[in-house]
């Protein structure tokens, strides 16, 4: 199928299609710079995974947001930056010299956030990252990239946790869940990977209060934004950093390898996305 488009458009490639919150959030850049383009969602069965990318510019588009479950499979339909490789997953595509290429935002994601949210976190000596699942490894990415002498990395199924620190080298160090009361007053940096505390989902049960004092606290988890680890936190004064501030920031990437123009994530947009929330 050939696609004739009047104006450049990305889409999110995923299946089924669920709700998301990129076309909120790349209407929004469009809009207020003033780019004539488009952003949609193409639901894609696996099977027609391997036909659409291979004609994604053929079908009029300028890139791609991918996200469950084809973040594994486009990497050999893409050449793939070092961070996706190390990461073993892609969420955007975008093209250069006519050429397919793939990356991880998650990992700028995160650390724009913080950057962002928590200015020199990055002095931090030892981080605490709870969860080893895919998110878990763009963050681990980045806190090795940005200098984190050690990542203690804890996970319900230690094995998950073993396995992922394998790939990162002797910075990243696995423990039991059982050891977070004793990792936790050496963390200045502490990072929630894991569902607990998502709406529906059992809180993440940890004492903040075992934090030190200048520890930075974020989550992955967005809603709720404020979550109970996030309350807790804030409650001792400890600075923080929401899940949605790492949506905004991932996304910032992608819009600019498509359209040409690096966005901002403004207050207004983040209103934009919190009053989104709320219907959930
Ligand atoms: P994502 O891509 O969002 O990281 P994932 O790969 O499914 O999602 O990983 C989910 C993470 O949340 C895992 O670390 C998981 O722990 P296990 O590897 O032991 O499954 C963690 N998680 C989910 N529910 C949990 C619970 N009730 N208690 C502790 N950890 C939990």
Not at 53 to 73: D, Q
Request: hydrophobic share 45%; with cysteine.
């Amino acid at each position: 199928m050939t696609a004739q488009r009047k104006h450049p458009a990305a889409c999110l490639i995923g299946w089924p299609a669920a709700h998301s919150r990129s076309p909120l959030i790349h209407h929004y850049w469009l809009r207020t710079l003033g780019i004539e383009g488009g952003y949609v969602i193409e639901a894609v069965p696996p099977d027609d995974l391997r036909d659409f990318v291979l004609r994604l510019s053929l079908r009029g588009f300028v890139g791609a947001n991918v996200t469950i479950p084809h973040k594994e499979s486009v990497l050999d339909l893409s050449t793939p930056d070092a961070r996706a490789l190390a990461i073993g997953a892609a969420n955007t595509l975008w093209f250069e010299d006519g050429e397919l290429h793939s990356t991880n935002t998650d990992v700028e994601g995160f650390v724009n956030n913080l950057d962002a949210c928590a200015p020199g976190w990055d002095k931090a000596d030892e981080a605490l990252v709870l969860g080893a699942g895919g998110a878990s490894r763009a963050v681990v990415f980045g806190l090795i990239e940005r200098g984190i002498a050690r990542v203690h990395l804890v996970n319900r199924t230690l094995s998950r946790a073993a396995s992922l620190a394998e790939k990162f080298g002797t910075a990243v160090v696995p423990a039991q869940w059982e050891n977070i009361a004793e990792l936790l007053p050496r963390a200045e940096l502490l990072v929630n990977t894991t569902s607990l505390g998502m709406h529906g989902q059992a809180p993440l049960d940890i004492d903040v209060g075992l934090l030190p004092a200048s520890a930075v606290v974020t989550d992955l988890v967005y809603v709720p934004l404020e979550t109970p680890l996030l309350a807790a936190a804030r409650g001792r004064g400890l600075k923080c950093a929401d899940g949605l501030g790492m949506l905004l920031h991932q996304a910032v990437r992608g819009f600019e390898l498509w359209f040409g123009r690096r966005p901002e994530v403004t207050p207004e947009l983040r209103s934009i996305v919190e009053a989104d929330l709320t219907k959930v």
